[in-house]
């Protein structure tokens, strides 16, 4: 008895383990939604990823190179792109820009060039890509809240 005890809670253990990673936010149609929080973290990811070329190409100059500290910036900027794009993707382009939205093409536009965007941050260090993103962060935001 006392063993299946402990199977069923050293199983029941591993399943949480393996289930991974839990998110607030799911595909399912729950009614909670934060659009602008969601801008702000893609603003938040940007200044992050910024922070991490600007530390890969300081710590590139120094030498010897720290490759350990270069290596842990460069998983670090591709992290925080990859939740750009996740947000992109994932958040508005799935569950908030339905197909037949005001100015569905231009919205859909700008989050794809968001996309490339991001995929630029990943693969270079060039600042002039976080610029890009958070400009067209900005036009998102202005059209999908209809700023003026």
């Known amino acids: ?75 670090n900027k591709e992290y925080h792109a990859k939740k750009v794009q996740k947000i992109v993707c994932q958040y508005f382009m799935t569950q908030r820009i339905k197909p037949d939205a005001k100015k569905y093409p231009e919205k859909l536009s700008l989050l794809h060039q968001m996309l490339l965007a991001a995929m630029k941050c990943k693969q270079t260090t060039d600042v002039a890509h976080v610029a890009k993103l958070r400009a067209l962060a900005a036009d998102f935001e202005a059209l999908y809240f209809e700023k003026k």
């Open 1 to 75: 008895m006392k063993k299946l005890l402990w199977l069923i809670l050293f199983g029941g253990m591993s399943m949480c383990i393996a289930a991974g990673n839990v998110y607030a936010h799911c595909e399912i149609p729950c009614g909670i939604y934060d659009d602008q929080a969601r801008v702000n973290m893609i603003l938040e990811h940007a200044t992050t990823i910024e922070k991490s070329m600007n530390q890969i190409i300081s710590l590139g100059k120094e030498k010897p190179a720290n490759k350990n500290q270069i290596v842990r910036w460069i998983d």
